[in-house]
């Protein structure tokens, strides 16, 4: 289901953010043979949520993270949506969605987010 509506819930949202900043987004991770190849690994080999929060569940990144990556403590911690990682969703207004147009970020008046400040 998640992979239905990323699109529409989370990259527009981070694509205006990063524009704004005058950057151009890149999301290798959702590469179409990238993904596919993820959804062909059985989930038994992904996740065993019979083992801790923190360890069990996304097993399989946390593996290469500690084994690989040499990141032990990094491995361990809970996984956090980046809006909730970052404390912005607490910033934001409650009633915003990702597919809205954020009025923050729009050119009105030849006036940018930036110019105001």
Excluded at 48 to 70: N, P
Excluded at 87 to 114: G, V
């Amino acid at each position: 289901m998640e992979m239905n509506r990323i699109s529409k819930r989370n990259l527009g949202r981070d694509d205006r953010v990063i524009s704004s900043l005058g950057k151009e987004v890149r999301f290798p991770f959702l590469d179409e043979q990238f993904v596919n190849y993820l959804r062909s690994i059985p989930i038994w080999l992904t996740a065993d949520l019979r083992l801790a929060r923190g360890i069990g569940e996304k097993y399989l990144l946390r593996y290469v993270a500690r084994h690989y990556l040499s990141l032990e403590q990094s491995s361990k911690y809970p996984k956090r949506a980046i809006q909730f990682g970052s404390r912005i969703a607490k910033l934001e207004s409650r009633k915003e969605k990702a597919s809205d147009q954020c009025s923050r970020l729009t050119t009105t008046n030849n006036n940018t987010m930036n110019d105001e400040e």
